[in-house]
């Protein structure tokens, strides 16, 4: 049988999803770091611009920037930060541009607002461009201020970030691991003492699980326990009738023995008893089957079915090849769409004794019927044979009895399928017959899982 540890399962699904949880986060973390450095990014390249609206001015016939951007990076070539204006005369940009110019929207500027775009830049593959078109001088027509970043600063930021976030959240995995391998020590120790405890069992039969135990394991050592009690309580009572049952044989065995000493000796009617004792011991060991038979019917779990004609048929065929069912007509007059819940095993034990009954004790005609009665079902076996009076059938049913010593297991016949029935919550009753002999009727009031066939 493959095992399993859920001390690792626990940690796996917990490790698993906490894993989960924290790479999300890291996404999620670095997406919005990303996002914050780009409007961080547009508010700075928004306060540059600005800056160099205020210092745009009349120059001559046109339109030039008398008081450019302080941020020294402007005055340096390539630098990475880059201003222009492009106005109908020509076009103004920073001396960090120089001999390069940023490309123009390729729509018409005529914007009110201010808007950002990515674009290749002038001395990097990537910028991010702030631009708006203006009329800072009236008459003089429309200009276009861009304020230009390289991308590269701003990818090189969130690529940091993201590499000691995730360093951080790794760390922070660790722990938690750590964490939920105490939290899981924790909470499964009382399983771990419940499994110190079972194993206690095997060295004493009387220890019982302690009490001493949270409320999501108290049922299951209920359980424990009160199994062990049954079990207690099945060997005790294996344990007394292997006992029953040596006393019973030891009579009979005796007499066996004595018998053979006759027989030997040439004794007349040494044979006869010889019969007795063998029919004693072998009424006595049946008895024991019978009893265990019951037993385990009784104690057998539900969910099982089988129709009883189909099983009178099984049993018809036998009968019909002895010596005795060869002269006797057998009718199944069954419904073949009734179930019973019991096993087909444990129908035959309990429909064979009482069909080779009928069969032996018939002069002609044997008859099984039945069927669903109301919330009742029943299956009635009749003969036609001598039958028996009131006070017989009574005494029929009890255990051992026999009625005809000269023919093995009447008696016995009748009171096992008295115990079958009994065990499976039916009842078994003793009548006249319709058509002359013995009728045995058996009951059963509401089977749980009898039901009519599909």
């Given at each position: 049988?493959?095992?399993?540890?859920?001390?690792?399962?626990?940690?796996?699904?917990?490790?698993?999803?906490?894993?989960?949880?924290?790479?999300?986060?890291?996404?999620?973390?670095?997406?919005?770091?990303?996002?914050?450095?780009?409007?961080?990014?547009?508010?700075?390249?928004?306060?540059?611009?600005?800056?160099?609206?205020?210092?745009?001015?009349?120059?001559?016939?046109?339109?030039?920037?008398?008081?450019?951007?302080?941020?020294?990076?402007?005055?340096?070539?390539?630098?990475?930060?880059?201003?222009?204006?492009?106005?109908?005369?020509?076009?103004?940009?920073?001396?960090?541009?120089?001999?390069?110019?940023?490309?123009?929207?390729?729509?018409?500027?005529?914007?009110?607002?201010?808007?950002?775009?990515?674009?290749?830049?002038?001395?990097?593959?990537?910028?991010?461009?702030?631009?708006?078109?203006?009329?800072?001088?009236?008459?003089?027509?429309?200009?276009?201020?861009?304020?230009?970043?390289?991308?590269?600063?701003?990818?090189?930021?969130?690529?940091?970030?993201?590499?000691?976030?995730?360093?951080?959240?790794?760390?922070?995995?660790?722990?938690?691991?750590?964490?939920?391998?105490?939290?899981?020590?924790?909470?499964?120790?009382?399983?771990?003492?419940?499994?110190?405890?079972?194993?206690?069992?095997?060295?004493?039969?009387?220890?019982?699980?302690?009490?001493?135990?949270?409320?999501?394991?108290?049922?299951?050592?209920?359980?424990?326990?009160?199994?062990?009690?049954?079990?207690?309580?099945?060997?005790?009572?294996?344990?007394?009738?292997?006992?029953?049952?040596?006393?019973?044989?030891?009579?009979?065995?005796?007499?066996?023995?004595?018998?053979?000493?006759?027989?030997?000796?040439?004794?007349?009617?040494?044979?006869?008893?010889?019969?007795?004792?063998?029919?004693?011991?072998?009424?006595?060991?049946?008895?024991?089957?019978?009893?265990?038979?019951?037993?385990?019917?009784?104690?057998?779990?539900?969910?099982?079915?089988?129709?009883?004609?189909?099983?009178?048929?099984?049993?018809?065929?036998?009968?019909?090849?002895?010596?005795?069912?060869?002269?006797?007509?057998i009718d199944n007059d069954l419904?073949?769409?009734?179930?019973l819940p019991l096993s087909e095993?444990?129908?035959?034990?309990?429909?064979?004794?009482?069909?080779?009954?009928?069969?032996?004790?018939?002069?002609?005609?044997?008859?099984?019927?039945?069927?669903?009665?109301?919330?009742?079902?029943?299956?009635?076996?009749?003969?036609?044979?001598?039958?028996?009076?009131?006070?017989?059938?009574?005494?029929?049913?009890?255990?051992?009895?026999?009625?005809?010593?000269?023919?093995?297991?009447?008696?016995?016949?009748?009171?096992?399928?008295?115990?079958?029935?009994?065990?499976?919550?039916?009842?078994?009753?003793?009548?006249?017959?319709?058509?002359?002999?013995?009728?045995?009727?058996?009951?059963?009031?509401?089977?749980?899982?009898?039901?009519?066939?599909?």
């Amino acid at each position: 049988m493959k095992r399993y540890s859920l001390h690792v399962r626990l940690l796996v699904g917990g490790g698993a999803a906490m894993l989960l949880a924290l790479l999300l986060a890291w996404f999620a973390m670095s997406a919005l770091f990303a996002h914050h450095l780009e409007r961080r990014a547009e508010s700075e390249l928004k306060r540059h611009a600005l800056q160099l609206v205020a210092g745009l001015g009349a120059e001559g016939k046109g339109i030039g920037v008398l008081s450019p951007p302080v941020d020294p990076r402007f005055a340096i070539p390539g630098s990475g930060l880059y201003w222009q204006v492009v106005t109908p005369r020509g076009i103004i940009r920073s001396r960090s541009l120089w001999d390069q110019s940023l490309r123009e929207p390729r729509r018409r500027w005529q914007s009110n607002d201010w808007s950002i775009r990515p674009d290749h830049g002038p001395f990097e593959p990537h910028v991010y461009v702030l631009e708006r078109a203006i009329a800072p001088l009236e008459g003089q027509g429309a200009v276009l201020v861009q304020v230009a970043e390289e991308e590269g600063s701003i990818h090189a930021a969130r690529i940091e970030f993201s590499q000691e976030l995730f360093a951080f959240l790794a760390l922070l995995w660790l722990l938690l691991m750590a964490a939920a391998w105490v939290q899981v020590r924790l909470g499964l120790a009382p399983l771990f003492r419940l499994r110190h405890e079972v194993l206690a069992l095997k060295a004493s039969p009387q220890a019982r699980l302690s009490g001493q135990h949270p409320r999501e394991v108290a049922p299951l050592v209920e359980a424990i326990n009160a199994l062990i009690e049954v079990r207690d309580a099945d060997v005790r009572r294996a344990r007394q009738r292997a006992a029953d049952l040596a006393h019973a044989l030891k009579t009979p065995l005796a007499a066996l023995a004595a018998q053979r000493r006759l027989l030997g000796e040439g004794v007349a009617g040494a044979g006869e008893g010889f019969d007795r004792a063998l029919a004693s011991a072998e009424a006595s060991v049946e008895a024991e089957l019978a009893r265990a038979l019951s037993a385990l019917v009784r104690h057998a779990g539900s969910g099982r079915a089988a129709r009883p004609a189909s099983v009178c048929d099984r049993l018809t065929a036998v009968l019909e090849r002895t010596e005795k069912g060869m002269r006797v007509v057998i009718d199944n007059d069954l419904d073949p769409d009734l179930m019973l819940p019991l096993s087909e095993e444990d129908l035959t034990e309990l429909l064979g004794p009482l069909l080779d009954n009928a069969v032996k004790f018939a002069r002609h005609r044997v008859r099984a019927s039945g069927g669903r009665s109301g919330h009742a079902v029943e299956i009635v076996i009749d003969d036609d044979g001598p039958g028996l009076g009131a006070e017989a059938a009574a005494h029929a049913v009890a255990r051992g009895t026999r009625l005809d010593e000269r023919g093995p297991g009447y008696g016995l016949g009748l009171a096992i399928a008295r115990d079958l029935a009994e065990a499976t919550g039916g009842t078994i009753t003793l009548e006249r017959a319709s058509i002359g002999g013995l009728s045995v009727r058996l009951r059963w009031s509401d089977p749980g899982q009898s039901v009519k066939g599909r």
